[in-house]
């Protein structure tokens, strides 16, 4: 009897101790994603994601409250991510740098996920070898089906439900105060040597989405002279340049050739007062945390007293 009760005791330990093992050796579950690189098998709820694009990419991922682990950035002084996201990153480590991302530092972060650009397919491999690695199918023009995009990757579509529902809400808000009297909206980019208009980035699809309308020649990417100012004249005019700190200071001058220029003295926004020299930390962004800012900024300059 003592050695049945003994053989017994020692079944029911290795039956549990089995079980144990089985939970914890069990592979984690997964799901297959397509993507602009390939198919990958990706974590079903991940935990630490490692974000290869400081603005559309990070700013989804704060946006359905699943911040990354760590973001590639700038470096050097000032904030390293989209400058709308200051304040809302906290934890999220820099990684050097957005061109050419350091791939040790990658992987101290042990990433489940590796969320990269879809035009990084030089180093997919070698990120696949670090973590499950998805190419983002960003479209730099619909930030909404970006956020929608990431929030399947990361199996959490509610929560870009959520996201876009809000955002929504602050257009509404948006169009009940500015509506469309101010007119037609131009924008331009100026840089050292060219004048351009983008017919479709995240700008303009923020500014339909809003109810603001454009000239109709800006439907489609214009790369303009000096002397062919006049197509870009509207009601109101903003202009910026590019997020890029080392071309700061050339495109600052650029700026101000324009404006000293007698075509741009003669354009009907810049006679009314209503050409603006806009942040280009800002303008130059994507994504749907973005596009509130640029709401906000919108309304600084378009609403009479700026609120």
Known sequence: MIRLRALAALLLALTLLAGCSDETDAPAATRTVEHALGATAVPAEPERIVALNEYAILDALVALEAPPVAATGRQGKGFPFGAWLEGRTEGVELICCS???????????????????????????????????????LTYVDYEQEVRDIAEIIGRPEAADEAIARHRERLERFSAAVGKGPGLISVARVFPDSIRVEGESYVPTLLANAGLERPAAHGKDLELSVERLPAIDGDVLFVYSADNPQEA?????ARERLARHPLWRSLKAVRAGRAYTVDSALWAGGGILWADAMLDDLERHLLPDGT
């Open 249 to 253: 200071e050339r495109n600052a001058r």
């Open 99 to 137: 061109t050419e991302p350091n791939l040790e530092q990658i992987a101290t972060h042990e990433p489940d996920l590796i969320l990269a650009n879809p035009w990084q397919e030089d180093i997919y491999a070698e990120l696949s070898k670090i973590a499950p690695t998805v190419g983002v199918p």
